[in-house]
């Protein structure tokens, strides 16, 4: 026996969806920013298996920037770089963890990057350590895995070490 879709159940139904997509991202939001991307992806994971949930997450989407909810892009992705920079990371980790995030990416101060990377150095090692071949090479690794870019590894193992 099979059932009949009724159109207003239907309807009904979708107007759910939407309200309870809007409600998901006013959660979201009141928790934390989130960039467009990362409010989809969570979406998507919560109505993933219901029939019409792309138009309700755009419907959530767009409320939300219709209320101004979802702040600047660039302004966002710079309050994250600030983060990542205190927690000492590299710019490659930093740009690398925007763009997963789909927002632009941050420009870089080498001076700043130098002095994280000497600052995780000194953490790791006492200042009057001698540092051999491959001992330098374990700093090339420890900074590399933290994000570093090429040059500010050089610079630290043969100009600073």
Same mark, same amino acid.
């Given at each position: ?76 992705? %710079? @309050?994250?770089?600030?983060? #990542?920079?205190? &927690? ?11 763009? *997963? +995030? ?34 330098? %090479? @374990?700093?090339?690794?420890? #900074?590399?895995? &933290? ?11 043969? *100009? +600073?070490?």
């Amino acid at each position: 026996m099979s059932e009949d879709k009724d159109p207003q159940n239907e309807q009904e139904s979708q107007q759910d969806r939407i309200a309870a997509a809007k409600r998901k991202v006013m959660d979201l939001l009141a928790a934390r920013d989130h960039s467009e991307q990362e409010l989809r992806s969570k979406l998507r994971g919560k109505f993933a298996d219901e029939h019409g949930s792309e138009e309700a997450i755009d419907e959530a989407i767009s409320f939300a920037n219709e209320k101004n909810w979802l702040g600047d892009p660039s302004e966002y992705a %710079a @309050r994250l770089a600030d983060t #990542l920079h205190r &927690r000492n990371k590299g710019i490659c980790y930093i740009n690398n963890y925007l763009k *997963e +995030k789909g927002l632009p990416t941050v420009g870089t101060d080498s001076a700043l990057e130098l002095e994280k990377a000497m600052a995780i150095v000194t953490n790791k090692f006492t200042e009057d350590y001698k540092f051999s071949r491959e001992e330098k %090479a @374990r700093v090339g690794r420890l #900074l590399t895995s &933290r994000g570093f870019d090429t040059e500010t590894v050089r610079k630290v193992i043969y *100009e +600073k070490l």
